[in-house]
């Protein structure tokens, strides 16, 4: 594996949740392979899950991590070529990036989408300039669109529980929240379970919230949340504002929470959310709180995830 | 010790104390205690001392440390049980502290009192918390009524100094400062040295300064200064806002901050302070500039405390 | 080596050079030399090269790092001796840097002028206030007027390619920015440059930029930039302000940004900048990113200019 920004760069998704469920088992297996190599972890916005996560993961394999907070450093990097720079813009990706991979082996990037421009978020401008002139691997922790090293997290989790289903019933379901939240998790999570291929995959959401069909093609897309979680095996919650009316909450009907009662067709499902989660307005208490959360699991294989998306980029380096 | 909380989680404060002087003779002796370990240094609020120190006592027992300065990240944390979380609290400690727990084998914690609200400073709601829901060992980084490593610091300094005095004579003197101070290091050494119970223990503060007496009790409690200082061995010197009117400034009285002229029944008395002072409004330049002074040393002993703590917390896990 | 604050503290540029030039192709030669020793590295304002390039430097020596960003800490250090401290200054140089020497065997320090007291900013109060009071080596970081890690880095590059010319042609030219920016960059380079004493040095700036002839004195001054650039092997672009009206922009003579045009008596001439560079306002895009530019070997040089500095300061500690 060169980079890790979506799940086109992995070959055998199956390989990689083994590697996963491998190093979830043995996390100091492979100290010595990352010895000597450099990883930085540049966050444009906060983060401590994935942060930490990753942080741990490199460790594990012996990668040192230098963690950069960008944001707060006002590192405001200019993307247009050919620009003059008499604005807030200090610095040209063209003149960074480089730079950045002369010191690091890897480099781990946080992004975030603005939600007002639909077409700059999704041309993921800053971390196609950043691949195209660090000229070393690169993982997304996290861009504009996607989320894939939570995905490959949640498709380990998926995998632990699934209790020899042959073909489990995964449904993603929108929830409601209390502001503007990005597709990235959504988008991902449709893009892997579709490419992965081994589940009957159903997407819920209220008319207006149908994501891009880039990631959603192949699943079973549903308006009614109730026929969409009958008997179904896994759950995942989460919220999204409008792809069309891009970046906007077109709807916050709190009928979506999800709860016991929501349930009430899908006696074995279990519930996912990849946090934070605000209680009692995306999902009730009782649900995270009772046996069918698998949201700590699912956290906690963030760190494997990482881990075995990093072993596999070290080998190839 | 499964926890580090106050002196009430220590069964031998001597122990304790040998074992901080033996590490700082000898500071990589157990370099290996914490290999594959990691602890999370989570802050609420922005810490120096308190930081280097415990971060450095963690890498010599070969403790990986990842530092969360989670006042920045905007990381607000819910810690009422059933809140509807539609305000600006972003998770509830009841979904992160589980996963503190999976990523971390031990969290420090800093966090601090609004000291507005008596009550809820005075619960520690949130240490509480975050130990039921982490499941694994937790060292206070400073609470909001306690800083028990700070204590542990300043029981080694007095240790070193007491020059084989079977009971110094140790005061804990109220001082001026220019803004509301939490009553945590007032609080935590009277606790310590009330439980020690190997010296003669005098507090003395202005009328309205009187500090809890759930900390207090044991030790002799004195409004004149001048009497209280009288062959003092050592005077630690701090700041505190009143506990009764909580929170307030209820008197400025630039007298007593302590200078050599104080000391002038107290030939030998050592002066000790935990840093950061104001210099001629807490205590006079001719003091922190002379051989009384142990300030320095007090601040370099947080090293040898936090490394006793964390080495006995290793121990039992 | 006992600091590095600048040329004046080094015994031998060649050798340093020759250092450098070593660990680039030798990273983990000297893994050892820093094994249990500590560096605190101390940004009172915003870094990203000099962080990333001190930190893996001191990492490839074995040394642990521990980053205090004390500008966003709030940790206002007071200077003045005798001050009483009822103001914002929340600590004394005189009591911090004592205990900052007792955490750390080395500190490295970044400061920066305020470029409207030009005493102020010259007497690098607070660099020679932590040498003084924490007896450990310091290593400036860039200070209020000199960068000399920058500068051995530009050194380290010019010796790479200078292709055995005997004594190449080096000028430094003003350029302009949409901003004041300290002198630090250009001094230091004249500093060094000067006491290298092996090429022909130019400097090269309208009238009003003259900078401090404490660094410049030896080199060739002249207001003709044309003049100047003729013929040159080596042309380092940097803005500044001005020295004699301090801190004040005079001058924004867009004609100055330098061009193919402007090398066109120097057909051989490489182009150096520290970055970040503002495109098309000092340099333009052809240069940068055409043949002649050296801006990304030299920002990786910082790497092996700091790590053949700390390692000879292991060396005498």
Redesign the interface.
């Known amino acids: 594996m060169k980079k890790f920004t979506s799940v086109n760069d992995v070959l055998d998704i199956n390989y990689l949740i083994d590697r996963a469920v491998y190093y979830k088992s043995n996390?100091?297996a492979d100290s010595v392979l990352g010895q000597?190599k450099?990883m930085?972890l540049l966050f444009l916005n906060?983060?401590?899950?994935t942060r930490?996560?990753t942080?741990?993961a490199a460790?594990n394999l012996g990668i040192?991590v230098?963690v950069?907070n960008?944001d707060?450093?006002?590192?405001n990097l200019?993307l247009n070529e050919?620009?003059?720079?008499?604005?807030t813009k200090?610095?040209?990706i063209?003149?960074?990036a480089?730079?950045l991979g002369?010191?690091f082996d890897i480099i781990g990037m946080r992004t975030f989408p603005g939600l007002s421009n639909k077409e700059e978020d999704y041309n993921e401008l800053l971390l196609s300039q950043l691949m195209r002139h660090s000229g070393i691997p690169i993982v997304s922790l996290e861009s504009s669109t996607l989320h894939p090293l939570q995905s490959l997290a949640d498709l380990v989790t998926i995998w632990e529980n699934h209790n020899k289903i042959t073909r489990p019933k995964i449904v993603l379901t929108w929830a409601p929240h209390?502001k503007a939240i990005p597709h990235c998790v959504a988008n991902s999570f449709a893009q892997w379970i579709n490419k992965w291929d081994n589940a009957d995959f159903v997407i819920t959401h209220p008319a207006g919230y149908e994501l891009s069909e880039q990631f959603t093609e192949g699943a079973n897309i549903m308006h009614s949340q109730k026929e969409a979680l009958a008997a179904a095996d896994f759950v995942y919650v989460k919220n999204w504002s409008s792809y069309t009316d891009y970046g906007k909450v077109c709807c916050e009907d709190s009928s979506w929470m999800l709860t016991e009662q929501h349930l009430a067709d899908a006696p074995d499902a279990k519930v996912m959310h990849c946090?934070?989660?605000?209680?009692?307005?995306e999902l009730s208490?009782e649900i995270?709180?009772g046996k069918r959360s698998l949201?700590?699991q699912q956290?906690?294989n963030r760190?494997w995830a990482a881990q075995a998306v990093l072993a596999e980029i070290l080998k190839m380096s």
Chains 1, 2, 3 share one sequence.
């Not at 906060?46 to 899950?49: E, T, V």
């Not at 707060?72 to 590192?75: D, F, N, Q």
């Not at 050919?82 to 604005?87: D, E, H, K, Y």
């Not at 946090?275 to 307005?281: A, D, G, H, K, S």
Request: no cysteine; aromatic share 6%; proline share 7%.
């Open positions: 996390p100091f000597n450099r930085g906060p983060s401590l899950r930490i996560s942080q741990i460790r040192e230098i950069l960008i707060k450093e006002g590192w200019e050919g620009a003059i720079m008499n604005g200090v610095e040209h063209k003149d960074a480089p730079l002369a010191y209390i946090l934070p989660v605000r209680r009692n307005i208490d995270l709180d949201v700590t956290g906690a760190v």
